[in-house]
């Protein structure tokens, strides 16, 4: 299911005006100060699908958006998996590339995606429940959605991430507290370590610039060791839901996909930023489509 608004297409407008820098406004004091409140977050939720098609990026979202795309993916509760394009200032659905299908036509929902910075390729990793291959690795084209399926990896993951100074993609469970490396030629994961946080509970996780990986599991934000996966806290992202994807714009802002386990509607998503040195995250704002569960940045000209 998904909500119909007025957001998708191309009626984004490109400056911010007096009126949507009151609405960001307004949406960011009704977070902070009525989070606990189930009915201060459906006028949250209203106010943000009222004003976001008018609001435009900022200078720096403008520029970001400008040096990449971002894409997301559903693949939650088995439903039909299906690529987007969002702007990353508003949240607001710019395009539906098309239904993730391999070349018979069978669908795959996405339970994470990742773009490798060297090779140009754009991988996906299934969801536990996707209606085709689930737990498997995956090549998606970003222009089409076509996919094509790698191998099993032999683990229920939550989310991958690929260090952009090595190129290891790394995993991390939604069983156990396993930490694991992928092997991008086969899609096989091997343990290399244990993160001694249980299962994670969300997942999302993502690798920076210079090679470091960072992870939300429940509602607290870590830094990961790449030698033996032990997380490290660096604190509460103080968001109300879990945080289910994230990754790294070129300007090594680390976006996340809230949603889910929280005080909203379980298929709700909405976009987030968060703070490396404190873990706090930040509505950017709500997206208007549900069960949402990948997101990954590609460079423009990639």
Known sequence: METKTSLRGSSITTNMDAQGGLAIETIRFFRRSW?????????LIAISLLFAGTLGASAEGDAAGRRAVLYVAKG??????????????????????????DAAG????????KHHPTTGIFYGATAHNSPTNPDYLVTVNPATALVTPIGPFGAVLTDIAIDPTTGIMYAVSGYNQKFYTINT??????????TGLGYQNGGGLAADRTGVLFGIDNFSFYSYNKTTGNATLIGLTGLPDLVRAADF???NVLYGLEG??????????LLVTFNLTTGLGTLVGVIP??????MAFIPVGR
């Open 35 to 43: 989070l606990t409140s189930r009915l201060s977050r459906i006028c």
């Open 76 to 101: 939650t509760f088995g439903v039909q998996g299906v690529l987007y394009t969002l702007d990353p200032a508003t949240g607001a659905v710019l395009t539906t590339v098309g239904l993730l299908n």
């Open 106 to 113: 069978h669908n795959y929902g996405m339970g994470a995606l």
């Open 185 to 194: 030629a086969t899609g096989l994961a091997t343990q290399i370590g244990s």
């Open 249 to 251: 714009n070129p300007s």
């Open 260 to 269: 889910g386990g929280g005080i909203d509607n379980l298929h709700l998503r």
């Open 289 to 294: 489509v549900y069960d949402l569960d990948a």
